[in-house]
């Protein structure tokens, strides 16, 4: 049973460009949802998508935006970076109507903004 | 507003002894509780999770979580601690709805294991 998958692994990018992270959901899971983890921080809710839709946001700029694919995967793309977007990205996905959501996480993207 | 406390930044205890971690949290409902474990450059495992019932929940790699009500708390505990399992631990809460069920974290408990 294959988790959940993040790519690319690492990434480095350079102020004002923009980024795209990709992610495959757990199989049998129809929810993605997307955190920030700056360094030594805890986890930030960014976005959650299900039936291709943001279903629900958290406190993120407009710069901020994803999307998910029939086969419920999902992107999230981050535009004119900022060097305060280095973090790791965190992907969970879930099952709606289980009555408990439980959320599992990949391994994460690590992007790098110099 | 929602949130998610782990008091404890550090803590380091022998191998052997016992390990306690604490959480509590701010919610306007009883949320969904949950553990999970990042070892350094990994993501999350879940260790364990509350949603209802038995207010003593088992977990994964020996660990266990008690879930107090009254001092709206779920602290995690684990009676002999191994080196394996120093990493970083997370309390998270969320409340299931119809329009989403993001998770809170708390800023992380950093576990050292002395041999």
């Known amino acids: 049973d294959a988790g959940v998958t993040q790519s690319p692994t690492h990434l480095i990018k350079t102020r004002g460009q923009q980024v795209t992270l990709r992610c495959s959901p757990k199989?049998?899971?129809?929810?993605v949802s997307w955190y920030q983890q700056a360094l030594g921080q805890g986890p930030q809710f960014i976005f959650q998508?299900?039936?291709?839709?943001?279903?629900q946001r958290g406190n993120f700029p407009d710069r901020f935006s994803g999307h998910q694919f029939p086969n419920y995967s999902s992107e999230l793309n981050v535009n004119a970076l900022l060097l305060g977007d280095s973090a790791l990205y965190l992907c969970?996905?879930?099952?709606?109507?289980?009555?408990?959501?439980?959320?599992?996480f990949g391994p994460g993207t690590r992007l790098t903004v110099l | 507003a929602q949130s998610v406390t782990q008091p404890d930044i550090h803590i380091t205890v022998s191998e052997g002894a016992s390990l306690e971690l604490r959480c509590n949290y701010s919610?306007?409902?009883?949320?969904?509780l949950f553990w999970y474990v990042q070892s350094p450059g990994q993501g999350l495992q879940l260790l364990l999770k509350?949603?209802?019932?038995?207010?003593l929940v088992q977990g994964i790699k020996g660990f266990e979580a008690e879930f107090k009500r009254s001092q709206s708390s779920f602290n995690l505990r684990k009676p002999s601690v191994h080196w394996s399992d120093a990493a970083e631990y997370f309390c998270?809460?969320?409340?299931?709805?119809?329009?989403?069920?993001?998770?809170?974290f708390g800023t992380g408990t950093q576990l050292k294991v002395e041999l």
């Open positions: 969970a996905s879930s099952l709606v109507g289980k009555g408990t959501d439980t959320q599992y």
């Open positions: 199989s049998g899971h129809d929810t």
């Open positions: 998508y299900y039936e291709e839709e943001e279903r």
């Open positions: 919610y306007g409902a009883t949320p969904y």
């Open positions: 509350y949603f209802s019932g038995d207010t």
């Open positions: 998270a809460a969320g409340i299931l709805t119809g329009g989403g069920n993001k998770l809170t």
